[in-house]
C-alpha cells in the first residue's frame, strides 16, 4: 500500500495535501516460483484535504485524520479491493517509531490485518550495514531494543527498513518482503502500487 503526497505550503503548520491512496491484491504464484507475480486487483482513492501536518508528529496520526476526514484514506483503499487481503505490506514503518506504532502498526489494528512496515528511509534506531548480498540483515535497534531490520533486497543495492506492524514477528516479516521483491530494491507490491498513484496523480 503507497501513499503518494503533493503539497504546497499554506503557513509554517499546515499543508493542503492532495493524496492518492492505492491498495493492491497481490496474487501468490507457486512456491517455486520465487516472487509474487502480478496484481490481482487494485483500489484507488483520492481526494484533497486541510490538515496540519508535522515531521514531529507520526505519520500514522495524519494518516488517521486523513482516513477520518469521510474523503480518502486506506481503509477506503482496502474497502475498494475485490479480495479481502491477508496482509497488507505498507509504504513506511511499523514499531519503528518512538511511539512503537507508525502507519503499518495502526493500519493493523484498526483494519484487524496482519501488516508489514518496509520503508526507504529509516526514522529511528541505529544499526551496523548488512552484508552486501540478497538477504543480508542486521537488527535496527533503539537503545538495546530491537525495533525492526535492516534487510538488503538485492546484492549491492541500498537496504530497506523492515519492522513489523500488526500480528508478525520480526524474521517472518524479512522473509515476505524478500520474497515479494523479485528485480529492484522494493517490494514488488510497493512499486506497482507507487506506479498507479503517479499515474492517477498526472492524469
Same mark, same amino acid.
Given at each position: 500500500?503507497?501513499?503518494?503526497?503533493?503539497?504546497?505550503?499554506?503557513?509554517?503548520?499546515?499543508l493542503?495535501?492532495?493524496?492518492?491512496?492505492v491498495g493492491l491484491?497481490?496474487d501468490?504464484?507457486p512456491?517455486?516460483?520465487?516472487?509474487?507475480? @502480478?496484481a @490481482?486487483?487494485?483500489s484507488?482513492?483520492?481526494g @484533497?484535504?486541510?490538515c496540519?501536518?508535522?515531521p514531529?508528529?507520526?505519520?500514522?496520526?495524519?494518516?488517521?485524520?486523513?482516513?477520518?476526514?469521510?474523503? #480518502?484514506?486506506l481503509?477506503?483503499?482496502?474497502?475498494?479491493?475485490?479480495?479481502?487481503?491477508?496482509? #497488507?505490506?505498507?509504504?513506511?514503518h511499523?514499531?519503528?517509531? %518512538?511511539?512503537?506504532?507508525?502507519l503499518?502498526?495502526?493500519?493493523?489494528? #484498526?483494519?484487524?490485518?496482519?501488516?508489514i512496515?518496509?520503508?526507504?528511509?529509516?526514522?529511528v534506531?541505529h544499526?551496523?550495514? %548488512?552484508?552486501?548480498?540478497?538477504?543480508?540483515?542486521?537488527?535496527?535497534?533503539?537503545?538495546?531494543?530491537?525495533?525492526?531490520?535492516?534487510l538488503r533486497t538485492?546484492?549491492n543495492?541500498?537496504?530497506?527498513?523492515?519492522s513489523?506492524?500488526?500480528?508478525?514477528?520480526?524474521d517472518?516479516?524479512?522473509?515476505?518482503?524478500?520474497?515479494a521483491?523479485?528485480?529492484?530494491r522494493?517490494?514488488?507490491p510497493l512499486?506497482?502500487?507507487d506506479?498507479?498513484?503517479?499515474?492517477?496523480l498526472?492524469?
Amino acid at each position: 500500500m503507497d501513499g503518494g503526497t503533493t503539497g504546497r505550503s499554506r503557513s509554517t503548520t499546515e499543508l493542503r495535501v492532495v493524496r492518492m491512496l492505492v491498495g493492491l491484491v497481490w496474487d501468490r504464484p507457486p512456491p517455486e516460483m520465487g516472487h509474487w507475480a @502480478g496484481a @490481482g486487483s487494485s483500489s484507488l482513492t483520492g481526494g @484533497g484535504i486541510g490538515c496540519p501536518l508535522s515531521p514531529a508528529r507520526s505519520h500514522a496520526i495524519n494518516e488517521t485524520r486523513i482516513a477520518h476526514d469521510g474523503r #480518502v484514506g486506506l481503509l477506503d483503499a482496502l474497502e475498494g479491493l475485490r479480495r479481502h487481503p491477508d496482509l #497488507v505490506i505498507c509504504d513506511g514503518h511499523g514499531l519503528a517509531h %518512538p511511539a512503537r506504532c507508525e502507519l503499518a502498526s495502526h493500519l493493523g489494528v #484498526v483494519a484487524g490485518l496482519a501488516t508489514i512496515g518496509c520503508a526507504k528511509t529509516r526514522y529511528v534506531g541505529h544499526s551496523p550495514e %548488512p552484508g552486501p548480498r540478497r538477504g543480508d540483515r542486521t537488527p535496527l535497534l533503539d537503545g538495546s531494543e530491537r525495533i525492526g531490520y535492516v534487510l538488503r533486497t538485492q546484492d549491492n543495492v541500498l537496504p530497506v527498513y523492515v519492522s513489523p506492524g500488526h500480528l508478525i514477528g520480526f524474521d517472518q516479516a524479512c522473509e515476505i518482503v524478500l520474497a515479494a521483491t523479485s528485480l529492484f530494491r522494493l517490494p514488488d507490491p510497493l512499486r506497482r502500487a507507487d506506479h498507479i498513484s503517479r499515474a492517477a496523480l498526472q492524469r
